[in-house]
């Protein structure tokens, strides 16, 4: 081989190789950082895995939130209005616009007791936002209550 | 009657932007003779016409006219003046047609400096933005119309803007992020243009240059200053949450980054021009799939857009047209075409094309970290959302090895450099680097290796060009303000490492009930909580918590965090109390009331957090006394001679 291909070809072998490399490296990261997101029916029937991070969504039940009288825990209950209810423990500030009958995302794991134990609440900035995770359970809840 | 006026002024525009589209574009048809003489003054007309409609909207908002839906919808009589003005572009409809302005303003600017360019050349350029232009245009007039009206359903008074946009912030950030974004669309309308008139070459990535390095610049300062915004206003202390909107506006970032650096070897050395080409044309495209994933509400974001579907579509189909249309042109003309590749490893253009590589992987990975939620969905039809881990993962080592390419940039010539030259300014610099590293290092706690790599190779980077300042300075007293530039953009690289390295690892995070009158420990500080009492704002009541930070110096200082309630729309905020500082920040945010007096506080100490945003303020800084390089200017005046003397020839 003359040196000018071989060059081109070592070029050729690097470019694939670093290409692949990336790609496998972003698979993998990409499977160790990805959270899957269940909605209620999947938190209460168990098909949401236990003691791994996921997010779960819904509305948050009226009357359910009990603050801790000492320290800053806090318990609520989230529902679909379509019979699955669970709840979740959560301690730190919960975000402004948290409130009763909101729909909000929460992430963290579900304990073996069927509590799911959140590291983060996420409610909605806005008053006309809603996560895209929650639109479909939205337009089934409302279905429903049409029906 | 001035709603109906403003978009009688867009409608017009539009036509007017179809007529210059056509002109330029169609510049060597025959037909089309008589048109192309007017298509600067076309250009300047929709600026015109843009301008009215805007100034049409700003003023149906300080009048409330809440007959306007969009008014209606983001505004409200108690809202003090200047937020009624920035509420303009509080909403989606009215921030498109910023964008809409801004685009025109780039189209002005540009075309009054018609003379640098050749006729036909230039009128591409405008042919192109044109095109650009009224795709934006019929996207507001079809999809997001702004003065659409409420008649005779109209309300007494408006839904009030979301709280958290009734801020300084939200007067600046977006005109300047868009400034960035739309700019891009320049060297995007010059390497179309170059693709058309089959000139990849030197000139045409000289006369990209500028407009780059400007269009950088307003991103970097709008993509820093969105961050401080959300760092003081979402009260959660943080600076960068690698949300999609965040990713939408950093990925052509990065993109641009690389490009401003590819078309100076395009420029010095007449190499990478089809590289440059793609990373011109990547980098305008990936402004709007930003905007396409800000505006179409497909991803789970802080940044609320109301959703709509036809929206999305809409920007969909025209991405797919511009970077199809241009990418094709990009394979009818570049394909086959053989680079000359003439220059070393130790090379500036070797270092160049490292820093392409890295920031083009950087770039991937958000992208797919951005995208792969969409993807996930239509192939399983499972949600899920990626966590921060995974941008982490990746960032931290390419960021590190950037710096570290960095390093060597001063030492580095054009085409080879010898290996003594190199060594000469690296390596009596890196001892220097290693002990002031070490020693900052020392006081950091907890430790971690990723830190003192981090703070030694900024130190590096920052002695090396120093040192590069001196020798040259000791040389020739004055040096091109392209240099100052470069050296100063660089440096502001280092800072904002440093910055980024320190604060994602130093700061002190507490969440904790707090009594009156108890004190709490926040690292070296003692933190009194006096209690809370109710301020009046403009359109809102607080509960304003009070408390008193003590210093380890026994000095001290009085912090005001409020909760706010908006009287219009009953919207809940979280105003912290901030005292900034060049070496620390200490913030206090109120969360919730937990009954007899005590408080739900986040109390924050963040080291070195201001210098994340120094940095960038550095690097625009950079880019734009960049452009104001005499080169540039010089080349101009060239130009203009001879054009008279073939002018005279004739």
Known sequence: MNPKRKTRLYLAVFVVVAVAGTTAALMLALEQNMNMFYPPQQIVDGTAPTATTIRAGGMVKDGSVQRDSQSLAVTFTITDHLGADFSVAYTGILPDLFREGQGIIVQGELGGDGVFAASEVLAKHDENYMPPELIDLAAEIEGNSGS | ?????????????????????????????????????????M??????????????????????????????????????????????????????????????????????????????????VLGSLSVLNLGFICFALFTS???ERM?????????????????????VHPPLLYAGYVGLAVPFAFAVAALMENRVDAAWARWSRPWTNFAWAFLTLGIALGSWWAYYELGWGGWWFWDPVENASFMPWLAATALIHSLAVTEKRGTFKSWTLLLAITAFSLSLLGAFIVRSGVLTSVHAFAVDPERGLYILVFLAAVVGGSLTLYALRVAGRRAEIGFKILSREFFMLTNNVILVVALAVVLWGTLAPIGYEALTGDKISIGVPFFNLFFV???????????????????????????ATTLRALPVAAVLGGVSWYLTSPKSAVVLAALILAMWMILTHTLDVWRRLRRTRSQPLAYWGMTLAHLGFAMTIMGVAITATQSIEEDVRMAADEVVELGEMQVRFLGVREVDGPNYRAQQGVFIVTEPSAESFELRPEKRQYLAGGNMMTEAGIRGGFLADTYISLGEPLGEGAWAVRLHYKPLVRWVWFGALLMALGGALAVTDKRYRRLRERQSATDAAAKGAV
């Not at chain 2, 937020?83 to 910023?98: I, N, Q, R």
């Not at chain 2, 008649?151 to 709280?163: K, Q, R, S, V």
Request: glycine share 8%.
């Open chain 2, 43 to 124: 250009v300047v007309g929709q600026f015109v016409f843009v301008s009215i409609a805007f100034v049409a909207l700003v003023t149906s908002f300080v009048n409330d006219d809440f007959s306007v839906a969009y008014v209606a919808n983001h505004s409200n009589s108690l809202l003090p003046w200047q937020y009624k003005v920035s509420a303009t572009w509080g909403g989606h409809e009215g921030s498109f047609l910023l964008w809409i302005l801004i685009m025109s303003g780039w189209m002005l600017v540009l075309a009054t400096r018609g003379v640098n360019y050749p006729p036909r050349f230039f009128a591409r």
């Open chain 2, 151 to 171: 008649i005779p359903m109209t309300p007494a008074d408006g839904g009030d803007l979301n709280p958290l946009l009734q801020d300084f912030g939200l007067i």
């Open chain 2, 397 to 423: 080592p390419l960021m590190l090895t950037l710096a570290l390419a960095l390093v060597l940039v001063p030492a580095l010539n054009w085409k080879r450099t010898s290996w003594r030259a190199v060594r």
């Open chain 2, 1 to 41: 009657m001035i709603a109906e006026f403003g978009q009688l002024s867009l409608a017009l525009s539009a036509c007017l932007a179809l007529a210059s589209g056509i002109a330029g574009l169609g510049y060597h048809v025959p037909v089309l003779r008589s048109l192309r003489a007017s298509t600067v003054s």
């Open chain 2, 145 to 147: 119309n702004p003065f």
